[in-house]
């Protein structure tokens, strides 16, 4: 997705993929600071063709590591003291300030906090010959999205723990569960969704259209 430029600048209803979560943060009051961890050798790239044109005054652009965990820390240690710090995923363009902050609360009341919905399809687990082993009860499964909320020093100790560790996750919560941390659900929204494949895109921008009342291509009069 995103070809040569890369997902983060891919268009979304003519604004890059990445500037629309960027711009919630940034006009939460409840924000500082951002940390924009962004691919070696692009983050002018960024600065010219997000930060700059969207007027993102908060953000501070990092160069990412070799995988996400890596650009994690590459992030983290960038981050000054704070109480509470919130990981979100640049690919999901479609976060809204009720659900950034009902996250941030749950993290400053319970220490950790990870955004998910219910799982709607029966998840079957199966062995390497594709036979099912078992049906797991989809009542009580949630699909982890971002924002992800941490008490800092939480967060700190988890991350430095799957260094120490070499320990890698592509979810930032079990780290922190790892190191016996319970972290409250927030429940989030269907709408919320990852862009990974063309088809995101037009659903993406489907909702967005709804969101700021503006008509689907070709039903204008």
């Not at 079957?124 to 924002?147: C, F, H, S, Y």
């Not at 494949?197 to 969101?211: A, K, N």
Request: some cysteine; charged content about 30%.
């Amino acid at each position: 997705m995103g070809g040569e430029e890369g997902k983060a600048f891919l268009p979304l209803l003519e604004k890059p993929l990445v500037a629309w979560p960027l711009l919630v943060f940034e006009s939460s009051p409840e924000i500082q600071e951002i940390i924009l961890v962004v691919p070696p050798g692009q983050e002018n790239k960024c600065r010219k063709k997000i930060l700059s044109p969207y007027n993102i005054s908060k953000a501070k652009i990092v160069s990412g590591g070799a995988e996400r965990q890596d650009s994690l820390w590459n992030g983290f240690v960038e981050i000054h003291a704070c109480n509470v710090v919130v990981i979100h995923d640049g690919a999901r363009p479609l976060l809204d300030r009720e659900t950034l902050k009902n996250a941030m609360d749950a993290a400053e009341q319970d220490g950790a906090s990870v955004v998910a919905v219910p799982v709607k399809d029966t998840i079957k687990i199966g062995d390497e010959k594709k036979m099912v082993l078992k049906t797991l009860d989809r009542n009580i499964l949630w699909a982890a999205q971002t924002p992800q909320a941490y008490q800092y020093p939480i967060i700190k100790k988890a991350l430095e723990k799957a260094k120490e560790d070499a320990f890698y996750s592509t979810d930032d919560s079990s780290l922190v569960e790892r190191i016996n941390v319970p972290v409250r659900i927030i429940p989030g929204s269907y709408e919320n969704i990852k862009v990974t494949t063309p088809d995101d895109v037009i659903f993406g921008e489907t909702i967005l259209r709804r969101r700021l009342k503006i008509q689907p291509i070709g039903t204008e009069k």
